[in-house]
Every structure is written in structure tokens, then in C-alpha cells.
Nanobody
Framework: VQLQASGGGLVQAGDSLRLSCAASGRTFSSYCMGWFRQAPGKEREFVAAISRSGGIVYYADSVRGRFTIDRDNVKNTVYLQMNKLKPEDTAVYYC????????????????????WGQGTQVTVSS
């Protein structure tokens, strides 16, 4: 599967952004999808994940309550709605996909994901 992330940009603290990740192929609904981010000089970290059916979601503590992940299995797209953005949310955001044998599974470790998009820059000014 090939992933194409978009929607990043420069915003002010408190603003919102919606990231999109479009996937190629006809088996999108068989993948658990995740969002990760990497700030300069830091390791890539987990942000959010959603099960292949969309029934289960999981968030990092740092974004829970502010970010929402969802997916459209008809459009082969996963989204990350980011509200109340903070300067510490500044990073390159990556979407990732992993074939999931069960609908009730989400993955949150970087090494659990096989497919990665190219990343989209999010910059939040104070």
C-alpha cells in the first residue's frame, strides 16, 4: 500500500488542522492505520491509531481529548483532526498502515507498522 499524507501547515496556538492520508490499493479496510510525529532532534512518537473497521481508536496521552482519528474505508483515507494545537505539537506527521488480522486490533509502536507515508509538516506558533 502507498500512503500520501497532506493537510499540514503553519498555524497559531489554539487553532485546528485536519490531516488526511490517502491510501492506494483495494485492501485499505484490512489495515490498522496510525499517525505518528517526529520533532527535530527527537524520536518518532505515536499519536493515534484506528482499527481497520474504525471501531477502536487509541491516542497518546499528550493528544487525547484534542485530536481525533477517523477513517473512510470507501475513500481509502484516514484523517487526524487536531484541535487546540500547541507549540509542542510542531512536528512532521506521518501516517502508517499495518495489515491487521482482526478488527479489534490497534498498533501503537513504530516497529509494528510496515507502510509509511512521506510526512506532512505541522508548525504551531505561540
Amino acid at each position: 500500500v502507498q500512503l500520501q499524507a497532506s493537510g499540514g501547515g503553519l498555524v497559531q496556538a489554539g487553532d485546528s488542522l485536519r490531516l488526511s492520508c490517502a491510501a492506494s490499493g483495494r485492501t485499505f479496510s484490512s489495515y490498522c492505520m496510525g499517525w505518528f510525529r517526529q520533532a527535530p532532534g527527537k524520536e518518532r512518537e505515536f499519536v493515534a491509531a484506528i482499527s481497520r473497521s474504525g471501531g477502536i481508536v487509541y491516542y497518546a496521552d499528550s493528544v487525547r481529548g484534542r485530536f481525533t482519528i477517523d477513517r473512510d474505508n470507501v475513500k481509502n483515507t484516514v484523517y487526524l483532526q487536531m484541535n487546540k494545537l500547541k507549540p509542542e505539537d510542531t512536528a512532521v506527521y506521518y501516517c502508517a498502515a499495518q495489515d491487521s488480522p482482526y478488527s479489534g486490533i490497534v498498533y501503537y509502536m513504530t516497529n509494528e507498522y510496515t507502510y509509511w507515508g512521506q510526512g506532512t509538516q505541522v508548525t504551531v506558533s505561540s
